[in-house]
């Protein structure tokens, strides 16, 4: 959770906006940002990534943390990402990779994925510059996958 409040930090000009679909995350969300809501600098719903309220091109810079695991439908959810996104912005994917134990704790369903799983998905929907970014040493099993929407 402390990553909107760092994206928040990396782009003092802008909104940064975010969506869950469970409303105890969103509570707690709400709770811990609650001086950049008032700022007017932050703005958390209750949505789903597969189905996003803002318009298109509506965005910058898109990012998911820890959430491709729940996802029953990895390459809508991208392209709905991808959609408001504006031409030449970035979406940043980060998770931890199939390395872990196996994950008893979701009763919805749970799914690893290793980040070329991860890239792939991302140049489905069309995205272009993929990059993946793993620091094992620092973050064991952590993985960023970044890519771009082209400019047309
Ligand atoms: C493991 S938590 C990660 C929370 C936070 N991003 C972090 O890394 O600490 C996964 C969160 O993703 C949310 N989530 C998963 N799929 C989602 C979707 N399609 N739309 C909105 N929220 C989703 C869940 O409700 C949950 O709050």
Redesign the pocket.
């Known amino acids: 959770?402390r990553?909107l409040a760092r994206m928040a930090e990396s782009a003092p000009r802008g909104v940064v906006c975010g969506?869950?679909?469970?409303k105890d995350?969103l509570l707690e969300a709400r709770r811990l940002n609650r001086e950049l809501i008032a700022q007017n600098r932050m703005e958390l719903r209750l949505?789903?990534?597969?189905r996003l309220d803002y318009p298109d091109a509506s965005f910058n810079t898109g990012c998911?943390?820890?959430?491709v695991?729940?996802?029953p439908a990895p390459l809508s959810?991208v392209r709905e990402m991808a959609r408001v996104l504006r031409p030449g912005g970035t979406l940043v994917v980060?998770f931890r990779t199939t390395a872990l134990a196996p994950y008893r704790h979701a009763p919805l369903g749970f799914r690893w994925y290793s980040a070329a799983q991860v890239a792939a998905v991302l140049a489905e929907a069309g995205l272009i510059e993929i990059e993946r970014r793993q620091r094992p040493l620092v973050l064991p099993r952590c993985c960023v996958v970044i890519a771009k929407k082209a400019v047309a």
């Open positions: 959770m990553l969506v869950d679909y469970s995350m949505g789903d990534l597969a998911t943390a820890n959430t695991y729940y996802w959810n980060a």
